[in-house]
């Protein structure tokens, strides 16, 4: 299978200290790793295109590394994740669910709490295009003062025979949560819904 | 005491290890970090533009040291730089000239170490997820036009009507393929900041 090409990486943290409320005196932070990399099946359609998510998990683990880096190297701080991905013109929307094993089981493999599904979305389009990561509790899908979503895009990318593969990371609720449901405190942790 | 009232900050790094097809090696990378904070003076005229200055000074070392430690490089490999600044609705754009023109520089040079040219802005008017271009140019000689450059930025929840997005650009590196002449960086005597 062919090797993945990456063109460019970009790296994002937000530290949120309020949104119209009281400041914490700890950000959220919530982080993006976006990679460019060329889409070996652009252009035509290729029927078998499963060995490339093999191919894909070096790229997964270096991504899931580069977000616990920028949160600061300690991969117990993060409490949420989700992963996208969006696939240029030149592409079909099912290149995108390549991602879904390298880039999730990645995460799960270096997040030491994460018995949950990683939360995903997918499109396609052109450069300059937005994608909102889905996020979600990494151990308990219910908890509701953790879903969130994360908006990413990269002025040049995908170009029409690219892909932007995007996982994201949180360390917390949103940062006003009061919406009810199931609290972080109270999971069991086990079926990685509850 | 922080004088910024800061809602957010988001940093952001791009590494570019492929341009149309060449590879860049070592890759060019370029860095951004942008507060966003509350215009004390939205929904009003205010003569008197003090307290925006000093939040610019605040926020020239805060975002320029951010920039730097999300390159993982020593200050003194900064090799340009960029400021801008969009208001939201209920502001004025002198808002943005009062943050990033009188005071903000002194405090980005001591974090990219020297700076001796012109720290190139651009500034906006701008609404919630609009993207701000942020110029670039080389940090000890203006006219080094391998350096010359702009990285998008944009926050899907900002700037809100009394917010304003603060944003400063680091890079290690010029563009990725320059060819185009000019004044070379190695070149640069870097003391009127210009050549």
């Known amino acids: 299978m062919p090797d993945v090409i990456v063109r460019k990486t970009v790296i ?64 117990s701080v993060v409490e949420g994740y989700g992963k996208g991905a969006i696939i240029g013109e030149g592409g079909e929307l099912e290149h995108a669910a390549l991602w879904h094993a390298p880039g999730g089981y990645s995460m799960r493999e270096l997040v030491p709490a994460s018995k949950a599904i990683v939360p995903s979305t997918k499109k396609v389009g052109g ?63 086990e079926d990685g819904l509850k | 005491m922080s004088k910024a009232k800061i809602r957010k900050i988001v940093t952001v790094v791009e590494q570019t290890n492929i341009e149309i097809g060449k590879s860049i090696d070592p890759p060019t990378r370029r860095a951004a970090s942008v507060a966003v904070i509350e215009n004390p003076f939205a929904g009003k005229y205010q003569e008197d533009l003090e307290e925006l200055m000093a ?29 801008a600044a969009m208001v939201g609705e209920n502001g004025e754009l002198e808002h943005a000239a009062a943050i990033l023109h009188p005071r903000l520089g002194k405090p980005l040079r001591a974090a990219v170490e020297k700076g001796a040219a012109l720290v190139p802005s651009s500034k906006k008017m701008g609404s919630m997820g609009q993207p701000l271009d942020v110029p670039l140019g080389h940090k000890d000689a203006a006219y080094v036009r391998s350096h010359f450059d702009g990285m998008e930025v944009r926050i899907n929840d900002a700037p809100r009507a009394n917010e304003i997005m603060v944003a400063i650009t680091v890079t290690d590196s010029g563009r990725p393929l320059p060819r185009v002449g000019g004044l070379e960086a190695k070149d640069a005597e870097g003391k009127d900041g210009l050549r």
Do not use: W
Not at chain 1, 37 to 65: H, S, Y
Not at chain 1, 157 to 165: G, L, N, R, Y
């Open chain 1, 12 to 75: 994002v943290v937000d530290e949120i200290y309020h949104e119209g409320g009281p400041v914490a005196s700890e950000p959220l932070r919530r982080a993006s790793a976006l990679a460019v990399i060329e889409n070996p099946f652009a252009g035509r359609f290729v029927e078998e295109i499963t060995g490339f998510i093999d191919d894909l998990k070096p790229l997964g683990l270096q991504m899931a590394a580069d977000l616990i880096a920028a949160l600061g190297g300690d991969a």
């Open chain 1, 127 to 189: 450069p300059g295009c937005r994608l909102d990561v889905p996020v979600t509790h990494s151990n308990a899908s219910y908890v509701r003062s953790h879903f969130d979503a994360i908006e990413v895009g990269i002025n040049d990318a995908p170009k029409a025979d690219e892909m932007v593969v995007a996982l994201v990371m949180t360390t917390g609720p949103r940062i006003h949560h009061r919406a009810g449901g199931l609290q972080a405190s109270d999971i069991v942790g």
């Open chain 2, 55 to 83: 939040i610019g000074e605040e926020l020239g070392g805060l975002l320029g040291d951010k920039c730097v430690a999300a390159l993982g490089i020593t200050p003194s490999q900064a090799e340009s730089y960029g400021k």
